[in-house]
């Protein structure tokens, strides 16, 4: 099981535990205000954006080039996004803190 | 070629040039058919347009045909992103529980009656009810109001033979005129109502303004929703082994979902109207002309998509643009999306196998691109 930290816009924290599928999908199920995983997470919607907290960035990873495609006309980009549909949970690091992207 | 097959007519324009510039009623359109071009050009509101004259965005234009704008689609920003908010919650209704089972409901009955049926043609039998039924829900209004709908035919907005005759609109057009007219004197808990108590920039929205989402929300999910279940039907019936894969594996739904639409791209394209002179794809846009964003080619282009011609049903990462990009990505995405999925899951359960019996091919003419969208006709029989 891995442990997963979401901030919302409202700055909300809210912790989830999962252990398989992506992170869009733990955090649909969960209602995490924000993440809305429009397309079912095959990289074509852009509504699963958030900005991964600066120190597990190296973990994570950046984002590959279909996804950077999409990032690059999010009003919201930064050196930290990445859409959390290309994340899976059972890879993601146990700790993991995200900030859902979007007006604050 | 399989009557499911939907050939790539864009593939060597686009891949040799990007671009290609076809007549429409002396206001020609410049096409952008890479997908870079088309998500870059759909973003810059600024430059490319979509408030400008009232159906001028559209291929073929529509100015001549209709005075009302379409909301929020026919808006740019900060207007747009008002109106947007305003509607954005309500469109989102398809993922209640409640929504699901109702349209499961329809879905479900309008199988079991093709299940009875010895021939089917499908268009007319099988997707306009299903597409209108559904489209009550969208509304919350009673699904008897769907009977009127389906009585209008597949052209309730031009003519079959005659796509700059707009005459036959009118049914429709009075028809929202005196559904408004009714909420205003008796509000319920329907999109018309939401709408009439609705503010944008302290004002309240004036029935013109109303009438304009109204007939956005008719006009944009009908063909697109009938094509893309008429395809859907189509496909399965040619790949059995695809519904077996649902069935066994009903967790790639949304993938296939996805995939399908990819495929199909119910809509060809979309205009905008450029403000400055500009150059997209090396083609020098002067100002007051149109582009458009080409949607059906963006989502064949080899550069982004493996395979881009196949239908690869759990196809995982697949950023296509079918239901548009930035701004403007389609409001009905969500409730288009959930009647795909409740076709597919129903087709999967209480389907054995299907067979095309007769068919032909709706083609689209874009000056040199003649582009396969869908069937004019469709006959075919469902079997347990």
Redo the contacts between chains.
């Keep these: 099981m891995k442990k997963i930290t979401f901030i919302t816009t409202d700055n909300e924290t809210v912790t989830l535990e999962g252990s398989s599928g992506s992170v869009m999908e733990l955090a649909v199920a969960n209602n995490i205000k924000g993440i809305e995983g429009?397309?079912?997470?095959?990289?074509?919607?852009a509504t699963c954006h958030v900005h991964v907290a600066p120190e597990f960035m190296k973990q994570v990873g950046k984002p590959g080039e279909?996804e950077n495609?999409?990032l690059e006309?999010d009003d919201n980009v930064n050196e930290y996004s990445r859409l959390c549909c290309?994340i899976n949970v059972a890879d993601a690091p146990d700790g993991l803190v995200l900030k859902v992207a979007g007006e604050e | 070629m399989k009557k499911s097959t939907f050939p790539d007519p864009f593939q060597k324009t686009r891949e040799q040039i990007g671009h290609h510039t076809i007549d429409d009623q002396n206001d020609p359109v410049t096409m952008l058919l890479r997908l870079?071009d088309v998500?870059?050009t759909a973003?810059n509101w600024q430059t490319f347009q979509s408030g400008a004259a009232p159906g001028r965005i559209v291929v073929p234009s529509e100015v001549h045909i209709r005075d009302t704008r379409q909301i929020p689609f026919e808006t740019d920003p900060p207007l747009h992103t008002e109106y947007r908010k305003l509607v954005e919650e309500w469109f989102r209704r398809p993922l209640n529980e409640e929504y699901e089972a109702a349209l499961t409901r329809q879905i479900e009955a309008a199988v079991e009656e093709v299940l009875q049926k010895d021939k089917t043609e499908v268009i007319r039998d099988f997707a306009l009810p299903l597409q209108s039924r559904a489209l009550t829900l969208l509304l919350n209004v009673p699904e008897t109001e769907a009977e009127t709908w389906i009585g209008w035919g597949t052209h309730v907005f031009r003519s079959e033979d005659n796509p700059l005759d707009g005459s036959k609109a009118t049914a429709l057009y009075d028809y929202i005129d005196r559904e408004i007219e009714r909420a205003a004197a008796k509000p319920s808990d329907d999109l018309y109502s939401l709408l009439l108590a609705s503010e944008v920039q302290g004002k309240k929205l004036t029935k013109e303004e109303v009438k304009g989402v109204i007939i956005l929300t008719f006009a944009g999910g009908r063909d697109t929703v009938i094509n893309a279940v008429t395809n859907s039907v189509a496909y399965f019936a040619e790949h059995p082994d695809s519904l077996q894969l649902l069935r066994e594996q009903p967790e790639i739904t949304?993938?296939a979902?996805?995939e399908l639409v990819r495929y199909f791209s119910p809509l060809t394209h979309m205009g905008r109207i450029v403000t400055e002179d500009t150059h997209v794809c090396e083609h020098a846009a002067k100002a007051d002309t149109r582009v458009s964003l080409c949607w059906a080619s963006a989502n064949r282009d080899a550069a982004?998509f493996e395979n881009p011609n196949e239908v690869v049903l759990d196809?995982?990462?697949?950023?296509?643009?079918a239901?548009g990009?930035?701004h403007h990505?389609c409001l009905g995405?969500?409730h288009a999306?959930q009647v795909l999925k409740v076709l597919l899951t129903t087709l999967a359960k209480k389907v054995g196998y299907m067979e095309i019996l007769d068919h032909k091919d709706n083609i689209e003419q874009w000056g040199k691109f003649d582009r396969k969208v869908g069937f004019d006709k469709l006959e075919m029989r469902f079997n347990k």
Excluded: L
């Design positions: 429009n397309c079912g997470g095959v990289c074509s919607c279909i495609d999409m006309f290309q | 870079k998500r870059r973003h949304p993938r979902i996805e982004v196809r995982k990462v697949n950023p296509h643009v239901f990009f930035s990505n995405a969500t999306r």
